[in-house]
């Protein structure tokens, strides 16, 4: 079974422009979340979608983040215009309530560079 | 709000040797989880912990939750080489769907 897929692996912009992630969760998982990890530290939640509904986007800076998740598989993450503050690694994980007790797995992740 | 905080954050052992990191968190869970990272890599689950009194083991590794002192450890009983990377111990909270996370304690483990 596959597992989260993340995509691009790697990513490298100038300031104030604009960037985008892509991830595809484990089949069948209906749950998604976008995590952000600085360096040293433990990933920190954006935002969590049950389906197509974002049911926790109270991390996100909604100023220059946005996300979608059509038809409640696949989702992106996009920011723009990207800062300096930016760069750090952005984190796909997903789940299955109904799958007992919620265990999330994660993806490769995306490590963003802004220079 | 949640806090979840682990100690030691960095922590070096010699290869045999025995060593526990803890976890604490600030508000009732019953459930918590322990993931491994190891650098560039993702997150991989190692235990979901589901009741008080809990233990899991894996190989070198074993973690109990205590929920009443909110509490739970993770024992390394004569460490190898191959289990130096970062630890983070995760706990749910808004009803079971999100997790927060400790800020991972950094194990290396020298010959």
């Known amino acids: 079974e596959a597992g989260v897929v993340q995509s691009p692996r790697y990513k490298i912009i100038e300031k104030k422009q604009p960037v985008a992630f892509w991830c595809n969760p484990i089949?069948?998982?209906?749950?998604l979340y976008w995590y952000l990890q600085n360096l040293g530290q433990g990933p920190e939640l954006l935002i969590r979608?049950?389906?197509?509904?974002?049911?926790?986007d109270s991390q996100l800076p909604k100023d220059r983040f946005s996300a979608e998740r059509l038809k409640g598989v696949d989702s992106t993450l996009k920011i723009q215009p990207a800062e300096l503050g930016d760069s750090a690694v952005y984190l796909c994980?997903?789940?299955?309530?109904?799958?007992?007790?919620?265990?999330?797995?994660f993806g490769p992740g995306t490590r963003l560079t802004v220079l | 709000e949640l806090k979840v905080e682990q100690n030691p954050l960095f922590l070096s052992m010699q290869e045999g040797k025995n060593y526990t990191i803890y976890c604490n968190y600030s508000?009732?869970?019953?459930?918590l989880y322990w993931y491994r990272q190891d650098p560039g890599k993702s997150l991989e689950s190692l235990f979901v912990?589901?009741?008080?009194?809990a233990v899991k083991q894996e190989g070198r590794l074993m973690a109990s939750l205590d929920t009443k002192a909110r509490l739970s450890t993770l024992h390394i009983t004569a460490a190898v080489h191959d289990l130096s990377a970062t630890y983070f111990c995760?706990?749910?909270?808004?009803?079971?769907?999100?997790?927060?996370f400790g800020a991972g304690t950094r194990l290396t483990v020298k010959p």
């Open positions: 994980a997903s789940s299955n309530a109904a799958w007992g007790y919620n265990e999330q797995f």
């Open positions: 089949s069948g998982h209906n749950t």
């Open positions: 979608y049950e389906n197509e509904e974002a049911v926790d």
């Open positions: 508000t009732t869970s019953d459930r």
């Open positions: 912990l589901l009741s008080n009194g």
């Open positions: 995760a706990v749910p909270y808004y009803n079971n769907n999100d997790m927060r």
